[in-house]
């Protein structure tokens, strides 16, 4: 996700994300109201994509007809604005329709379940209607050879006229019938009506599922139609949005392109360079914000797991040089960390051919811990290009940007050693170099970005 100066919009967003997914998962059918607010996000969306091209179109005139730095820069960081906008209007879909995927999911799962139920019921009342079929079937053998005793006897016995009946239900109501009975045969006859009030009542039961039975398959069918949608949907916004990334990325490339050109003693120069340096700030802040909710302190013992050996390695191996220190540029700005190249032996980080010695070389956890944040996407990450923090336990915390790519994610436990990724130039880079920083947070909370190299030495080969 790509980080953002304006903290307060992106809390605003977020908060914004978190009440639509509340509203998703408030109620038992909740897909009216989160079609309201992603209807409401596809205007905005849609508004902003106006705006861009209506941007583009500017900035096509400027480049076609003047050079003017100062209208490209200002045409790029409106087009970035709104570009950085509908990200975070697709981080709030994605949000609302993941909200909404769990709570369809979690009502197909109740409905699964009472189709469940439903089905173990019925086959108990099946199991109880054929108890009592043969039930009923042993009472009327045994009035059966009760009528044929009778009839050897030679009387003509209440229970013969009974059976010879087409209405036996009417003759259970009459009680004349009853007294005339033997009191074995009343028990039996007792007991056959018994169980037929019984039969009567498991397969209106039984007739009761099979209504709630289909009911219920309609109701999951409609539910899974709706799953359906909300993750084609996920998956479309997710794609959208990775685009949206892509063309974020190359704007800040192209407004680098720009700066590049710009007189540095000019005051377009120094505006931009300036913005830049807002928009790192903000990151460093919200990554100082994360190791404060989320890492370890001073005074915590670190996990066993680590094998952390309490001191902390170079994280690049060969010949190495560092070309900015800490805490800043020589051009002034603020640079809380060091950037590594690999370098000759004369110091100088390209071959004669003018490639990078350090473009694509591995870089290595300066300790044991765990990875607590990682950004692989290629994105620009206000500058950090790709990157990750681990944290060693005890309150310390190292960070490497700018990377190729990362072998770890969010989770991992790495070893001191352990190859993190390669040296790239993703972000906001003039050349290939890994970017080092150590922060360490007390046991206050507070976090601090201190000088690398109290705790890490260029071994000099």
Same mark, same amino acid.
């Given at each position: 996700?790509?980080?953002?100066?304006?903290?307060?919009?992106?809390?605003?967003?977020?908060?914004?994300?978190?009440?639509?997914?509340?509203?998703?998962?408030?109620?038992?059918?909740?897909?009216?109201?989160?079609?309201?607010?992603?209807?409401?996000?596809?205007?905005?969306?849609?508004?902003?994509?106006? #705006? *861009?091209?209506? %941007? =583009?179109? @500017? &900035?096509? $005139?400027? /480049?076609? #007809? *003047?050079?003017? %730095? =100062?209208? @490209? &820069?200002? $045409?790029? /960081?409106? #087009? *970035?604005?709104?570009?950085?906008?509908?990200?975070?209007?697709?981080?709030?879909? *994605?949000?609302?329709?993941?909200?909404?995927?769990?709570?369809?999911?979690?009502?197909?799962?109740?409905?699964?379940?009472?189709?469940?139920?439903?089905?173990?019921?019925?086959?108990?009342?099946?199991?109880?209607?054929?108890?009592?079929?043969?039930?009923?079937?042993?009472?009327?053998?045994?009035?059966?050879?009760?009528?044929?005793?009778?009839?050897?006897?030679?009387?003509?016995?209440?229970?013969?006229?009974?059976?010879?009946?087409?209405?036996?239900?009417?003759?259970?109501?009459?009680?004349?019938?009853?007294?005339?009975?033997?009191?074995?045969?009343?028990?039996?006859?007792?007991?056959?009506?018994?169980?037929?009030?019984?039969?009567?009542?498991?397969?209106?039961?039984?007739?009761?599922?099979?209504?709630?039975?289909?009911?219920?398959?309609?109701?999951?069918?409609?539910?899974?139609?709706?799953?359906?949608?909300?993750?084609?949907?996920?998956?479309?916004?997710?794609?959208?949005?990775?685009?949206?990334?892509?063309?974020?990325?190359?704007?800040?490339?192209?407004?680098?392109?720009?700066?590049?050109?710009?007189?540095?003693?000019?005051?377009?120069?120094?505006?931009?360079?300036?913005?830049?340096?807002?928009?790192?700030?903000?990151?460093?802040?919200?990554?100082?914000?994360?190791?404060?909710?989320?890492?370890?302190?001073?005074?915590?013992?670190?996990?066993?797991?680590?094998?952390?050996?309490?001191?902390?390695?170079?994280?690049?191996?060969?010949?190495?040089?560092?070309?900015?220190?800490?805490?800043?540029?020589?051009?002034?700005?603020?640079?809380?960390?060091?950037?590594?190249?690999?370098?000759?032996?004369?110091?100088?980080?390209?071959?004669?051919?003018?490639?990078?010695?350090?473009?694509?070389?591995?870089?290595?956890?300066?300790?044991?811990?765990?990875?607590?944040?990682?950004?692989?996407?290629?994105?620009?990450?206000?500058?950090?290009?790709?990157?990750?923090?681990?944290?060693?336990?005890?309150?310390?915390?190292?960070?490497?940007?700018?990377?190729?790519?990362?072998?770890?994610?969010?989770?991992?436990?790495?070893?001191?050693?352990?190859?993190?990724?390669?040296?790239?130039?993703?972000?906001?880079?003039?050349?290939?170099?890994?970017?080092?920083?150590?922060?360490?947070?007390?046991?206050?909370?507070?976090?601090?970005?201190?000088?690398?190299?109290?705790?890490?030495?260029?071994?000099?080969?």
């Amino acid at each position: 996700m790509i980080l953002k100066t304006d903290n307060l919009k992106k809390l605003l967003c977020i908060v914004f994300a978190a009440a639509c997914v509340v509203s998703a998962i408030s109620f038992a059918f909740p897909y009216a109201s989160a079609d309201e607010s992603l209807d409401a996000m596809q205007k905005q969306y849609d508004e902003l994509e106006k #705006q *861009i091209q209506q %941007n =583009k179109d @500017k &900035l096509g $005139q400027v /480049n076609s #007809q *003047i050079k003017d %730095n =100062k209208t @490209k &820069l200002n $045409q790029l /960081n409106t #087009q *970035i604005s709104a570009i950085e906008s509908q990200i975070d209007i697709l981080d709030n879909r *994605i949000d609302t329709l993941n909200g909404n995927i769990k709570s369809i999911q979690n009502t197909i799962d109740t409905t699964t379940n009472d189709i469940d139920k439903i089905n173990k019921q019925t086959e108990e009342i099946n199991k109880q209607i054929a108890e009592t079929n043969e039930l009923m079937k042993d009472t009327k053998e045994l009035l059966l050879g009760r009528i044929r005793e009778n009839y050897m006897a030679g009387e003509a016995s209440t229970l013969e006229i009974i059976f010879s009946s087409n209405d036996i239900s009417s003759y259970f109501a009459r009680k004349e019938l009853m007294s005339r009975v033997s009191e074995k045969d009343a028990a039996l006859i007792k007991n056959l009506e018994s169980k037929i009030k019984e039969l009567d009542a498991l397969q209106k039961k039984l007739a009761e599922n099979k209504q709630s039975l289909e009911e219920k398959k309609t109701e999951l069918g409609t539910q899974m139609v709706s799953l359906n949608e909300r993750q084609l949907d996920l998956e479309s916004s997710k794609s959208i949005q990775e685009g949206k990334k892509s063309e974020v990325d190359e704007k800040y490339r192209e407004v680098q392109s720009v700066i590049n050109e710009l007189d540095a003693n000019s005051e377009e120069y120094k505006a931009a360079i300036k913005a830049q340096e807002k928009q790192r700030e903000a990151l460093e802040a919200q990554i100082d914000a994360y190791i404060k909710a989320h890492g370890s302190s001073e005074g915590d013992t670190p996990d066993e797991t680590f094998n952390n050996d309490g001191k902390m390695m170079w994280p690049v191996k060969g010949k190495t040089t560092i070309t900015a220190g800490f805490p800043s540029y020589p051009s002034g700005g603020a640079h809380w960390g060091i950037d590594i190249c690999v370098c000759d032996s004369n110091g100088s980080t390209r071959d004669s051919n003018g490639n990078s010695y350090s473009l694509g070389k591995p870089y290595y956890a300066a300790q044991g811990g765990k990875v607590i944040i990682a950004h692989n996407d290629g994105g620009w990450n206000s500058g950090f290009g790709n990157y990750c923090v681990v944290d060693h336990g005890d309150g310390k915390m190292t960070l490497y940007a700018h990377s190729k790519y990362l072998n770890v994610s969010v989770g991992d436990v790495v070893q001191k050693g352990q190859q993190l990724g390669a040296i790239g130039e993703t972000g906001n880079v003039t050349g290939p170099h890994l970017h080092f920083e150590v922060r360490v947070k007390d046991s206050d909370g507070n976090v601090t970005r201190v000088q690398p190299l109290n705790y890490v030495s260029n071994p000099g080969y």
